[in-house]
């Protein structure tokens, strides 16, 4: 039976002042069911109240998350001053993320979130801490106070029981997770030559191909010394066993994979291949009295 509960908090603040780096921070903890895990379906903000700041250059962050927020050591906006943003809304420590633009005595009108209004409509997020929560984050003026500031939010919350091994393992990730970089660099750089050169065939078959195994007269040779012009050389049984060992040793991170062998020919082999020679005539089968066998 789901356990359905309707949360609807705010937070509210008559005024606060930024510091030397004009950043401000504001957390709110809401305490949920323990033991249980919590699947977060519906999310909703909503601006209750213009603080009139006196710029157009703040940017306010809110991010729901099962710990607190830690801000970054990346700019929210590079070149103005605007820094230690949360982390990405795509972080696992992240169930929902908005950003806007402050506005000088009116509500904002570019208020975008993460995930989207139609996702946060019916999310399917789980998480298993005991608590959750709101954090604010203002980048504008250094050393200015603002006033008058009040934001509402909503959640549905499905809570489950579950046991206490899942829950505590479940927590033991979120509290990892939580521990956010203060500098994220991920995705590699490409070239345009390398993109082209990366196409085919290394993305069909997997795996980084040995140089030697990529020559203009053996293109359809995937793992088999096979010629594709002159007539085709014998391979011996041992030699593809000895091709299929060679793709189960142990590659550093940026050579092939295998020694010799790229370590995707070992799928699909005969049995033989694999475990060894198959038997020419398979043992006597001996019988009991009343017909079971005793042996093979």
């Given at each position: 039976?789901?356990?359905?509960?309707?949360?609807?908090?705010?937070?509210?603040q008559?005024q606060?002042?930024?510091?030397?780096?004009?950043?401000?921070w504001?957390t709110?903890?809401i305490?949920?069911?323990?033991?249980k895990?919590?699947n977060?379906?519906?999310?909703?903000?909503?601006?209750?109240a213009?603080?009139?700041f006196?710029?157009?250059t703040?940017?306010?962050?809110?991010v729901?998350?099962?710990?607190?927020a830690?801000?970054?050591?990346?700019?929210?906006?590079?070149?103005?001053g605007?820094?230690?943003?949360?982390?990405?809304a795509?972080?696992?420590?992240?169930?929902f993320k908005?950003h806007?633009?402050?506005?000088?005595s009116n509500f904002?009108?570019?208020l975008?979130?993460f995930?989207?209004v139609?996702i946060?409509a019916n999310?399917?997020?789980?998480?298993?801490s005991?608590?959750?929560y709101?954090?604010?984050?203002l980048?504008a003026?250094?050393?200015?106070t603002?006033e008058n500031f009040?934001w509402s939010f909503?959640f549905?919350?499905?809570?489950?029981?579950?046991s206490?091994v899942?829950?505590?393992?479940g927590v033991?990730?979120?509290s990892h997770?939580?521990?956010?970089?203060l500098?994220?660099s991920?995705?590699?750089?490409q070239s345009?030559a390398?993109?082209?050169?990366n196409?085919?065939?290394?993305?069909?078959?997997?795996?980084i191909?040995p140089?030697?195994m990529?020559t203009?007269?053996a293109a359809?040779?995937?793992?088999?010394p096979?010629?594709t012009?002159?007539?085709e050389?014998?391979?011996?049984?041992p030699?593809?066993r000895q091709?299929?060992?060679d793709?189960?040793?142990?590659?550093?991170?940026?050579?092939?994979?295998g020694?010799?062998?790229?370590d995707w020919i070992?799928?699909?082999?005969?049995a033989?291949?694999i475990s060894?020679?198959?038997?020419?005539?398979?043992?006597?089968?001996k019988?009991?009295?009343?017909g079971n066998?005793?042996?093979?």
């Amino acid at each position: 039976m789901m356990a359905i509960e309707i949360i609807k908090e705010t937070i509210e603040q008559s005024q606060f002042t930024t510091d030397s780096t004009g950043n401000a921070w504001l957390t709110k903890r809401i305490n949920l069911s323990p033991g249980k895990v919590h699947n977060l379906l519906q999310t909703d903000i909503f601006e209750d109240a213009t603080s009139g700041f006196d710029d157009v250059t703040g940017k306010l962050e809110f991010v729901v998350s099962p710990y607190p927020a830690i801000p970054t050591d990346m700019p929210l906006i590079a070149g103005i001053g605007l820094r230690n943003r949360y982390p990405s809304a795509g972080d696992d420590s992240v169930l929902f993320k908005a950003h806007c633009t402050t506005r000088n005595s009116n509500f904002v009108d570019d208020l975008e979130q993460f995930p989207s209004v139609q996702i946060a409509a019916n999310q399917k997020l789980s998480f298993y801490s005991d608590h959750l929560y709101i954090c604010v984050h203002l980048a504008a003026t250094a050393n200015t106070t603002y006033e008058n500031f009040a934001w509402s939010f909503m959640f549905t919350i499905d809570s489950k029981n579950v046991s206490s091994v899942t829950h505590s393992m479940g927590v033991l990730a979120e509290s990892h997770n939580a521990m956010c970089a203060l500098v994220m660099s991920n995705g590699h750089m490409q070239s345009l030559a390398v993109l082209r050169g990366n196409t085919f065939p290394m993305w069909r078959f997997g795996g980084i191909r040995p140089e030697h195994m990529i020559t203009p007269i053996a293109a359809n040779a995937y793992f088999l010394p096979i010629n594709t012009r002159d007539a085709e050389q014998m391979t011996s049984t041992p030699g593809i066993r000895q091709a299929v060992a060679d793709s189960r040793a142990m590659s550093a991170f940026d050579a092939p994979f295998g020694d010799r062998r790229p370590d995707w020919i070992r799928l699909h082999l005969n049995a033989g291949i694999i475990s060894g020679p198959v038997r020419d005539q398979w043992p006597p089968i001996k019988h009991a009295d009343n017909g079971n066998v005793r042996m093979l």
